[in-house]
C-alpha cells in the first residue's frame, strides 16, 4: 500500500521541533517526512514520475508521531486482568495467578495475546517486548493482527526450558518481519544457579543479549544477597550474563554497584510505573539512571498487575513518580517521558528501525487527536502528550504500514467481538 | 425530556452489586432504576397508564453508574495547561501561573472554564467543586453547557473579598438548579488572620461549612506554626472556620491532632492525587483517613498543575498511591477509591441528590463502554473501571437529566471548535 498522510503537525522525534507537513509511506517504510516542498528527490530516489495512492489521508493538523513501544508486557495474563487486586503480593501471585495459569494452553495464550493487542492498537502502541509461556503462538497472535513483537525467553525452574529458548531463538528471529526474540529468563529468584549458567552459555554462543525481571522488589534484593552474596545484577553478571548487553525490567530497588554495572555495560532499564504501584515494589531511581546515561524504556507489564495496557498512563508515572521520590517537581520532565516511551523503547527492543519518523525507517506511525478538549489550548504538545493525552486521543494505529486502528475502528479483518466472546469463554472454563 | 435507559448493568453504588435493568428519567430525576419487572408502581404513583418517551436508549449491555464529582478544580486555568511544567513550585506558581492569572477578565475565564466543561464531559464528570476568580461567568458558563457547579470562595489578600463572597454566597445560592455556592478561602498561608476571622464569622452568621486549601505542602505547615504556633487545620479551628462543617483541598501534610479534629468535626478530605505528585507536595495519608471514617473525595486540581481533568487517573492514583505510602497492595482496595469519585464527592459537595441510582435523585448518570479491549473479560466491573478505564470508556454523560455527550459527540447545542479557538485566541492574546 502506498499512503500519503498530509496537513499533519510532525513529531520526528529526533529532537522535540514539530513540523508540519506530510508522510509517505510505501509498503512497510516510510519514504519521505517533511513539509513537501522537497519530494522531487524521492520521485528521483524511485525513478518515477508520479506515486499511484492507496489512500490520501488529510490529517486536519492533527499529530503524527512514532507509535509507543511497550518494552515490557505479558499479553496472555489479559485473562486475569482484575481477576485478583488489592492482595499482599505472595497472595495474589501463589494462590491467585500461578493456579489459573497453570490451566493455560497454547492456543488459548494466541486469544489471550489477540486481546490484548486490540487495547495496544487503541491505545498507539505498535511494538511489545512480550514475556509469556508459548512464543509460537504468541508469534502468531500477533502475524494474524499485524502486531511487532519482540519476545523474550521466560525459562525457569517450572517452566520453558534452555533449550526451548534456544529452539525459539533460532526458529522466531528471521521467520516473520513482524516477529523478532531475545534470550532471556524469568527471573534470578526462579531460576537455579545452573540454569543461569545455561542461558550465560547461550548468550556467548551466540553473542546475543539477555533480559530478565531484575530488582522488583527488596525481598528479591534481600534473598539473593542471602544466597550468593550479591545483588541480582551483579551475581548475573558474576555468570557471564551481560557480556552482549540487554537488561532488567522494573529495576526498582538497585544499589550503586548496580547502577554502575548497568552504566558500565550499556545495559538498558525498562521501568514499569503502574506495576510498581500497585504490587506495592517502589519507586524506581529513574533520575538516577538518566544522571548516569543509562538508557531508560516503558513498558505496562502485564494485565494482572496493572490493570491495562496504556503507555500515557506509564508516562505520567514516570515523571510524577520521579518528582515525588526526589521531592522536585522539576525531575525528570515530559521530554524524557515521551523519548522513554519511543526512542528508548526501540533501543532497548534492538528495534533501531522503529525510533523515529524518517525516510527508510519502518513506518509505525501513530495519530494523535489534537481536537479534543483536553489537548487544548495547544500550549506544548510533548507536555500535552505525557500530562493529558490517553487513548481517547489516539485517532490512527500504523505498523509496519498497515493502518490497524483508525477513529475508533479496527480493519476490517479484526472482528473484536469475536475476541471477547473467546476471552470470556476461556475465563468461564478456567478462572 | 423522557428517556429510558434499557439493556443495561447498573451500578448503583449505594452497594457493589451490578443488576441487569433499566433507569427511567423525567425532567431531571430519575423516576425508576430496576429490572424492570416492577415498573406497574411508576404508572401508578404518575398516575398514568403509560409513558410518552423522548427517547428510549439501548445500552447494549454496557454500565450505567453515577457520574463523577471531581471535588476540586480550578477550570478557568484550562489556559495554562502545559504552559509551565517540570518546574520548582515556586517558580511555576509565582514566575509562570500568577503573572498570566493577573491578565484574565470574566469573559475570559467564561470561555476557559467551558472548555473545562467540555473536558469533563467527555470524562464522565457530571459535577465539579470550582474554585476560581469570577463567580458570576462561572456559573454562566456551566448553566449556558448544562454543567453542575458548586463553587466556592477563593478570598485571600489579593483577590476577591468578604465582602464578595458573602454577595455570592447569597447570590448564587438558589439562583439556578445547577448552581450552588460554599463559603471558602483560598488557603491560611494567602489570607491575613483579620481575613480568616471575617471568614468564620460569615460561616456562624450562615451557619454554613467552609473550604480551603489545607496542608498541601511541608513548607505551608511549617510556616503557619511558625506564625501562629499551629498546624493550619488547628488554627483555623481555633477562630471558629468549622463549626458547620466543610474541610479541606489536598490535606496532604496532616499531624494527628489535625486527623483527629477532622474525624470530630466530620470535615471532608478532597484528595488531588496527580497535582500532588507533579508538583512534588507529597503523598496524603488517605489509608489513616479512612481509618477515622472520614469522607474522602478526589479532584483534579487545576489544569496547570494536572494537566488533565480526568478522575479515571485520579481514582488509580488513589489507590496505587497509597500501595506505595503504606508499602501494602491492599491498601484503600478499587472499590473505596470508586465511592471516593461518587458517593463521597457528594457527600463534600452537599448535592445529596446526585450521589446514588435511585427513584428521586437527580438524573446524574454515565455510561461506560464494557466493549472496549481494556475492559475485557469481564472479571470485575468495579475493579476494571479504577484499575483500567479511561474516558474512551466513557459512552454518554447525563446532567439533570440532559444528555450533553454521547458516542463522542457533543449535544448539538455545543460548538467545541469555537471553544477550542476561543480559548488559543486567549492564550494568543496574555500568554
Same mark, same amino acid.
Given at each position: 500500500?502506498?499512503?500519503?498522510?498530509?496537513?499533519?503537525?510532525i513529531?520526528?522525534?529526533?529532537?522535540?521541533?514539530?513540523?508540519?507537513?506530510?508522510?509517505?509511506?510505501?509498503?512497510?517504510?516510510?519514504?519521505?517526512?517533511?513539509?513537501?516542498?522537497?519530494?522531487?528527490?524521492v520521485?528521483?530516489?524511485?525513478?518515477?514520475?508520479?506515486?499511484?495512492?492507496?489512500?490520501?489521508?488529510?490529517?486536519?493538523?492533527?499529530?503524527?508521531?512514532?507509535?509507543?513501544?511497550?518494552?515490557?508486557?505479558?499479553?496472555?495474563?489479559?485473562?486475569?486482568?482484575?481477576?485478583?487486586?488489592?492482595?499482599?503480593?505472595?497472595?495474589?501471585?501463589?494462590?491467585q495467578?500461578?493456579?489459573?495459569?497453570?490451566?493455560?494452553?497454547?492456543?488459548?495464550?494466541?486469544?489471550?495475546?489477540?486481546?490484548?493487542i486490540?487495547?495496544?492498537?487503541?491505545?498507539?502502541?505498535?511494538?511489545?517486548?512480550?514475556?509469556?509461556?508459548?512464543?509460537?503462538?504468541?508469534?502468531?497472535?500477533?502475524?494474524?493482527?499485524?502486531?511487532?513483537?519482540?519476545?523474550?525467553?521466560?525459562?525457569?525452574?517450572?517452566?520453558?526450558?534452555?533449550?526451548?529458548?534456544?529452539?525459539?531463538?533460532?526458529?522466531?528471529?528471521?521467520?516473520?518481519?513482524?516477529?523478532?526474540?531475545?534470550?532471556?529468563?524469568?527471573?534470578?529468584?526462579?531460576?537455579s =544457579?545452573? #540454569?543461569?549458567?545455561?542461558?550465560?552459555g547461550? *548468550?556467548?554462543k551466540?553473542? %546475543?543479549?539477555?533480559? @530478565?525481571? /531484575? !530488582?522488583?522488589?527488596?525481598?528479591?534484593?534481600?534473598?539473593?544477597?542471602?544466597?550468593?552474596?550479591?545483588?541480582?545484577?551483579?551475581?548475573?553478571?558474576?555468570?557471564?550474563?551481560?557480556?552482549?548487553?540487554?537488561?532488567?525490567?522494573?529495576?526498582?530497588h538497585?544499589?550503586?554497584?548496580?547502577?554502575?554495572?548497568?552504566?558500565? =555495560?550499556? #545495559?538498558?532499564?525498562?521501568?514499569?510505573?503502574? *506495576?510498581?504501584?500497585?504490587? %506495592?515494589?517502589?519507586? @524506581?531511581? /529513574? !533520575?538516577?539512571?538518566?544522571?548516569?546515561?543509562?538508557?531508560?524504556?516503558?513498558?505496562t507489564?502485564?494485565?494482572?498487575?496493572?490493570?491495562?495496557?496504556?503507555?500515557?498512563?506509564e508516562?505520567?508515572?514516570?515523571?510524577?513518580?520521579?518528582?515525588?521520590?526526589?521531592?522536585?517537581?522539576?525531575?525528570?520532565?515530559?521530554?524524557?517521558?515521551?523519548?522513554?516511551?519511543?526512542?528508548?523503547?526501540?533501543?532497548?527492543?534492538?528495534?533501531?528501525?522503529?525510533?523515529?519518523?524518517?525516510?527508510?525507517?519502518?513506518?509505525?506511525?501513530?495519530?494523535?487527536?489534537?481536537?479534543?478538549?483536553?489537548?487544548?489550548?495547544?500550549?506544548?504538545?510533548?507536555?500535552?502528550?505525557?500530562?493529558?493525552?490517553?487513548?481517547?486521543?489516539?485517532?490512527?494505529?500504523?505498523?509496519?504500514?498497515?493502518?490497524l486502528?483508525?477513529?475508533?475502528?479496527?480493519?476490517?479483518?479484526?472482528?473484536?467481538?469475536?475476541?471477547?466472546?473467546?476471552?470470556?469463554?476461556?475465563?468461564?472454563?478456567?478462572?
Amino acid at each position: 500500500m502506498n499512503i500519503r498522510l498530509y496537513n499533519a503537525l510532525i513529531l520526528t522525534m529526533k529532537d522535540d521541533n514539530i513540523i508540519k507537513g506530510e508522510i509517505w509511506v510505501c509498503g512497510e517504510r516510510i519514504i519521505y517526512v517533511g513539509d513537501g516542498t522537497d519530494t522531487d528527490k524521492v520521485y528521483r530516489s524511485l525513478k518515477l514520475s508520479s506515486i499511484l495512492w492507496d489512500r490520501e489521508i488529510d490529517c486536519c493538523g492533527n499529530l503524527l508521531m512514532p507509535g509507543f513501544k511497550d518494552a515490557h508486557t505479558h499479553s496472555g495474563m489479559t485473562l486475569l486482568r482484575s481477576y485478583a487486586d488489592d492482595l499482599p503480593l505472595d497472595d495474589w501471585l501463589n494462590k491467585q495467578v500461578f493456579p489459573v495459569e497453570a490451566k493455560l494452553d497454547g492456543e488459548m495464550i494466541y486469544h489471550l495475546t489477540k486481546l490484548a493487542i486490540l487495547e495496544y492498537l487503541t491505545g498507539g502502541i505498535t511494538a511489545i517486548f512480550d514475556m509469556y509461556l508459548t512464543p509460537e503462538t504468541i508469534a502468531q497472535a500477533c502475524i494474524d493482527m499485524g502486531m511487532r513483537c519482540v519476545q523474550v525467553g521466560a525459562v525457569n525452574n517450572f517452566s520453558q526450558s534452555v533449550d526451548m529458548v534456544e529452539e525459539m531463538f533460532k526458529k522466531l528471529n528471521n521467520s516473520h518481519n513482524l516477529i523478532s526474540y531475545i534470550l532471556g529468563f524469568h527471573a534470578e529468584y526462579t531460576c537455579s =544457579k545452573e #540454569l543461569l549458567q545455561e542461558i550465560a552459555g547461550l *548468550s556467548r554462543k551466540y553473542k %546475543a543479549p539477555v533480559y @530478565a525481571h /531484575i !530488582s522488583e522488589t527488596a525481598k528479591e534484593v534481600e534473598e539473593c544477597k542471602k544466597r550468593y552474596g550479591m545483588t541480582p545484577p551483579v551475581f548475573l553478571d558474576s555468570l557471564g550474563m551481560f557480556t552482549f548487553g540487554g537488561g532488567g525490567y522494573h529495576c526498582v530497588h538497585m544499589e550503586e554497584a548496580d547502577i554502575d554495572l548497568f552504566q558500565r =555495560k550499556r #545495559l538498558n532499564v525498562v521501568t514499569n510505573p503502574a *506495576s510498581n504501584m500497585k504490587l %506495592a515494589s517502589g519507586i @524506581a531511581p /529513574i !533520575s538516577q539512571y538518566l544522571k548516569r546515561e543509562i538508557n531508560v524504556a516503558i513498558g505496562t507489564d502485564g494485565p494482572a498487575s496493572n490493570n491495562c495496557l496504556d503507555m500515557f498512563k506509564e508516562m505520567f508515572l514516570v515523571t510524577a513518580l520521579a518528582k515525588i521520590r526526589e521531592n522536585d517537581a522539576s525531575a525528570v520532565d515530559a521530554w524524557e517521558a515521551l523519548k522513554m516511551a519511543t526512542v528508548n523503547g526501540s533501543r532497548a527492543m534492538y528495534l533501531p528501525d522503529t525510533d523515529v519518523l524518517e525516510a527508510g525507517k519502518l513506518a509505525d506511525i501513530i495519530m494523535i487527536d489534537l481536537q479534543k478538549p483536553n489537548m487544548q489550548p495547544v500550549n506544548n504538545i510533548p507536555k500535552n502528550i505525557v500530562y493529558s493525552a490517553g487513548s481517547q486521543n489516539v485517532k490512527m494505529t500504523m505498523i509496519n504500514g498497515r493502518i490497524l486502528y483508525e477513529n475508533g475502528r479496527f480493519a476490517d479483518f479484526i472482528d473484536e467481538q469475536a475476541i471477547y466472546s473467546k476471552a470470556n469463554e476461556i475465563k468461564e472454563s478456567i478462572c
